[in-house]
Nanobody
Framework: QVQLVESGGGLVQPGGSLRLSCAAS????????MGWYRQAPGKQRELVAA???????NYTDSVKGRFTISRDNAKNTVYLRMNSLKPEDTAVYYC???????????????WGQGTQVTVDS
């Protein structure tokens, strides 16, 4: 099976920065896309940023200019650099990957366990 392991969350003051990492492992043939979602208490999960295997990225409007998503295909890893953090960025951040398995041609969505990001003075 495929596992996604996130790291890098924590507590930071407004205006601070964090870098999230997510590494995928398992019987992976390819990863077509990876992304970050977040869910704040009482709110629905939302897409923060996503990146294709070719490096094309998109962001939700609220993080444009502050967050940068990148990936290292050789390591099956995606990163999210978060700058100028705001209290409204506080949420559990989940890594997502669209994966083609080594033994079939289907795409599957996999999710990490989530990492808490808290922005508080």
């Amino acid at each position: 099976q495929v596992q996604l392991v996130e790291s890098g969350g924590g507590l930071v003051q407004p205006g601070g920065s964090l870098r999230l990492s997510c590494a995928a492992s398992g019987s992976i043939f390819s990863i077509n896309a990876m992304g970050w979602y977040r869910q704040a208490p009482g709110k629905q999960r939302e897409l923060v940023a996503a990146i294709t295997s070719g490096g094309s990225a998109n962001y939700t409007d609220s993080v444009k200019g502050r967050f940068t998503i990148s990936r290292d295909n050789a390591k099956n890893t995606v990163y999210l650099r978060m700058n100028s953090l705001k209290p409204e960025d506080t949420a559990v951040y989940y890594c997502n990957a669209v994966v083609v398995l080594a033994y079939d041609d289907n795409e599957y969505d996999y999710w990490g366990q989530g990492t808490q990001v808290t922005v508080d003075s």
